[in-house]
């Protein structure tokens, strides 16, 4: 399982209630199934990748995020995850207020924009970056925003949505192995994960 998918499984607590949007073949929700004994459903509008998921017995619909997420109830989940999909995301202030009346909690983790390796690039280069984490050019892209840690903690403050815990870690899109960047994460993590709460659980110890 990639490196990020770890760390993001390791903030689950057992047993939990967890929508996982985006899903792809439900390689995250098998394991949280597996090793944490969790109640799981994942959202895929790819029909081939949700077909896998569904052939490994996990509960997946094959549908739009934005359209099936509002099916749902107030407080439905525990956890709600958005993992490599925020910089495809049309509405993200929307979304995300979204996961957070569903879930007590959502997990989003993005490729950071402002890695040096794609600073390099356009410095030396004059060209948009392309690189592991975002491997399109300009023209054939589905990502639609460029993420920076550092925004991406205004955007929170600026939307009154709170960070519960963060994370910053250098690894390469599907690679199982990397490691927390703790010095200069703007600068040289490719990737953040963020846990988001509601403000009446600001104060909670995440895991409680």
Known sequence: MRFDLQVIASWIEPGARVLDLGCRTGSLLDHLRREKSIRGTGIEIDEQAAGEAIAKG??????DIY????DYPDSAFDQVILSQTLQQVHDPARLIRDMLRVGRRCIVSFPNFTHIGNRMQM???GRAPVSRELPYQW????NIRVIPITDFRRFCRDI???IVREVAISTHHHDTRGRVITVLPNLLATFGIFMLGRHDQANETPGS
């Open 67 to 70: 359209e099936e997420i509002g």
């Open 160 to 162: 009154g949505v709170p």
């Open 123 to 125: 410095f030396f280069t």
């Open 139 to 142: 023209y054939d892209t589905p």
């Open 58 to 63: 996990l509960s997946v619909i094959h549908g």
